[in-house]
Structure formats: structure tokens, C-alpha cells
């Protein structure tokens, strides 16, 4: 007979402990940023340049020097690794929500006089906060733009070509029926002195959200907050609105988009309006998308 021997169980072997690549918050001058890959392959999504994510995932299989979080991303299978990938290595359909979002509301005319500060919180491949840092590259306005995410080869492998793919485009410097560009560091420097010129700051932050995020990205500094995907932890996600409403100037707003449930992780929207609502914070519903996930854009104001 079957007998279960309760005491005689072999003890599991201690479960390895998460390598926190990152997670301490570090602030990067765009110049000096690790910059690794020297050829970049692209595609448009509208009027959108962006670093084919595939090309991300080429490049780490060619290179024979992956630091140890590179080596993760390259061997992780799965959307996102708690506390250790945080999916930032693929374009979520809430980034083209917020885009659409974006793109509406300025109809096609984007007018701002004056600068404007923006960030983008959990930003991956940063489509929504490349589409304005565009829009102020083409029209020569000055602005700071903020491009933060939890993985700091995320930033390096996608965020920051990207970044360099948008000001060639605005500049209308990408080679004409080519999808690739050869790429060296000097590029990312000549980019940052002519912005420079312009008054256009970009900033680049790596690791987690919490008090010493706020306090190396600025507080009641920004006018804009974007965030796509962000709300899917319960673990992270006051964290999320602290981080988020801290940010804003008094008046301003933040963008979030997300789906209504994330099956299995326990985050969502409502958890999110719980904790706004906690807070005395304002919010409205300025998009919806889906139909058996049901996805929405979320404005919050401070
Ligand atoms: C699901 S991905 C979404 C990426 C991108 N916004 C999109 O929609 O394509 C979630 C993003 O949130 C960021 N993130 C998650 N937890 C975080 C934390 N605790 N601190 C900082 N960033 C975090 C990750 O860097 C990741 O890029």
C-alpha cells in the first residue's frame, strides 16, 4: 500500500535566491551610457521607429561578453521573471493604447509652446515617450525626457537604440529603403550635443521604484507620467503610485495603460484605482481597447 512517509520527505533543496539585477536605482547620462550594439535593425510602426526585437535577441546570441543580467534576458523564456526580468524586452499592446492616446489628443498638431517635463515609468522599448521626444526633436522644443525601467540591459539593448533611432528619424538622417544602420558611440554623443543645442535633456534611469527612484528622478517635477503595463504586480504596485503621483506637478497628469485582470499575478486596474482612490486622487478613463481582456488608458491627476 501507498503510504505517504511525511517525516522521511527529502528536505527541497533551498530555492535560489533572485539576483536583484539593478534594483537599486541608478541615474545614467545618456552620453556615458553603456552602449553596446553596433548595428541596429529596424522597422517602423507607423510613423514610429523602434529596434526590431528580434535584432535585441541576435545580437545576445552573437555576443561572447553578456554581463549576468544580459545572460538572463537571453536565456529567460518566460514575459516577465518577478524581481529579476521585468518584461521590458517586449512591446505589450498597452505602449501602442497609450500611443494611439497620445496621437489623438494632439490630432495630428502637436503645438506646446514653453518646455515640458516627461516620464516614462516601466518604459521597455519607450514607444509612447519617443513619440513626443519625436515630436520635440522635429520642432526643436526643449524638454526633459525621462526613460526609466527596472533592467538596466533593457535600457541599453532597446531603449537607448531606440532613442538614437528616433533623433535620426526626426533629423531625417536614416538611410532611405534600408531597415539597418551601422551604429558607434560617437553617434549617441554628436545626438546628445545637438539636442543639447535644442535644450532637449534625456535622462535614463534603471532599477526599482521606491523613495530613492523619486528621489534621484525629482519630485512634483514632471508634467507628464507615462506608464504602460506597470500595474500588474501587487507587489510593486504601490510602489508604482507613489512613484508615479510623487513625480507630478501639482495640476499635472500621468497615463497609465493597462488591461483590466493580469490573470495569475494579481494586479490590475482595480487594484490600481483602489489605492488612487486611497490617496483622494483623481482619475478618469480616457480609453478602452479589448475585447475579452478589456484594456484601458487611465488618466490620473494630481
Ligand atoms: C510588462 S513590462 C511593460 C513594458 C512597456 N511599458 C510596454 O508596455 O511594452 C513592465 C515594465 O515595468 C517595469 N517594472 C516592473 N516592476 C518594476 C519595479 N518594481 N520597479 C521599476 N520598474 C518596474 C519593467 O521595467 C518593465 O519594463
Known sequence: MFKFDFFNVEKPEEAPQATNFG????????????????????????DLVRRDLYDVMYELKQRSDLNEEEKLLLESNSDLESNVY??????WEGSYDLVKVLKDSFNGDF???????Y??????????????LYKHIQQ????KFVFADYN????????????LL?????????????????????????MVKDLDNVGIEIEIVSGAWGAQFTKLTGESDFDLVLASETVYSLESLPSFTKVTVS???PGASALVAAKQVYFGVGGGVIEFLRLLDAEGLHHSTVAEYGESVKRVVLEVKK
Do not use: W
Open 86 to 91: 521585468e518584461g521590458g524586452l517586449k512591446v
Open 119 to 132: 516620464m516614462e515609468l516601466g518604459c521597455g522599448a519607450g514607444l509612447p515617450l519617443c513619440l513626443l
Open 111 to 117: 503645438q506646446i509652446s514653453g518646455s515640458r517635463k
Open 247 to 249: 513625480a507630478l506637478k
Open 140 to 143: 526643436n522644443i526643449p524638454g
Open 152 to 163: 538596466e540591459a533593457v535600457l541599453s539593448l532597446l531603449t537607448v537604440p531606440n532613442i
Open 23 to 46: 534594483r537599486e536605482p541608478v541615474l545614467h547620462q545618456l552620453a556615458d551610457f553603456k552602449y553596446q550594439p553596433k548595428r541596429i535593425s529596424y522597422s517602423f510602426y507607423e
Open 166 to 190: 528616433i533623433y535620426l528619424s526626426a533629423r531625417n538622417l536614416l538611410p532611405e529603403n534600408e531597415n539597418e544602420i551601422n551604429t558607434d558611440p560617437e553617434m549617441l554623443k554628436s
